[in-house]
């Protein structure tokens, strides 16, 4: 079946300018996350939902950082007021919450850069 | 912060095995250690996870010390596109939230 799909695969854009990237899980996947990745970097927890749950935002770097999750299905990410550090690639996951092994599939990211 | 160290990076020759270490001398008694890889300009993958008993599955084994402070991903024979920054994860199954926290991972470069 599909995998996790994300889209734009590579968006650039003006410092100060408003971004929104979309994550589309798995179908039935009831947990969904947002990490990122800077370069030669880890990757960072950003934003977690599950079902109907107050989602975990306590990896959001700051306010202009911001995450829905519609119809507990596609998410999207929006960053305002964009800066040049805000560049990196940023990855959505979805799992089954009643998975044993809670395995998390990642999608192929979204390359972000911030002129 | 991770709570995992492993080696910066590590080669292996194609064809023979891949023993990834990683030590979590803090690892708590309902933490479970979770492997994923990242190949180069692609998401994580999940590999493999373990409580305190060993695990094998179609991709690789997983050996954890009897203490629990260490483990080993064994990928028994490695291939070139088994080339990946190899992630030692150790968290709680299940719980408010199930957020992976990776650390820098160990760079395996299979060599042909």
């Known amino acids: 079946g599909a995998g996790v799909s994300q889209s734009p695969s590579n968006k650039v854009t003006e410092k100060g300018k408003d971004v929104e990237l979309r994550c589309d899980p798995i179908?039935?996947?009831?947990?969904l996350y947002w990490y990122r990745q800077s370069l030669g970097q880890g990757l960072e927890f950003l934003i977690y939902?599950?079902?109907?749950?107050?989602?975990?935002k306590s990896g959001l770097p700051s306010d202009r950082f911001s995450a829905e999750r519609t119809g507990g299905s596609v998410s999207t990410l929006t960053i305002q007021r964009t800066q040049q550090e805000d560049s990196a690639v940023y990855l959505c996951?979805?799992?089954?919450?009643?998975?044993?092994?809670?395995?998390?599939?990642f999608g192929p990211g979204t390359r972000l850069t911030v002129l | 912060d991770a709570k995992t160290t492993q080696p910066t990076s590590m080669d292996c020759a194609e064809g023979r095995a891949a023993n990834l270490p990683c030590n979590h001398s803090?690892?708590?008694?309902?933490?479970?250690v979770y492997w994923y890889r990242q190949i180069h300009s692609q998401g994580p993958q999940y590999i493999i996870h373990?409580?305190?008993n060993n695990e094998t599955n179609e991709m690789a084994s997983l050996i954890i010390t009897e203490d629990r402070k260490s483990s080993t991903l064994i990928l028994p024979h490695a291939t070139l596109r088994d080339t990946a920054v190899y992630y030692c994860?150790?968290?709680?199954?299940?719980?408010?939230?199930?957020?992976?926290?990776f650390g820098t991972g160990t760079l395996l470069a299979v060599q042909p």
């Open positions: 996951a979805s799992s089954l919450a009643t998975s044993g092994s809670n395995e998390q599939f």
């Open positions: 939902f599950q079902g109907n749950s107050a989602p975990d």
């Open positions: 373990g409580l305190k």
């Open positions: 803090t690892i708590s008694g309902n933490e479970y």
């Open positions: 179908s039935g996947h009831t947990a």
């Open positions: 994860i150790v968290r709680p199954q299940g719980g408010a939230t199930n957020k992976l926290i």
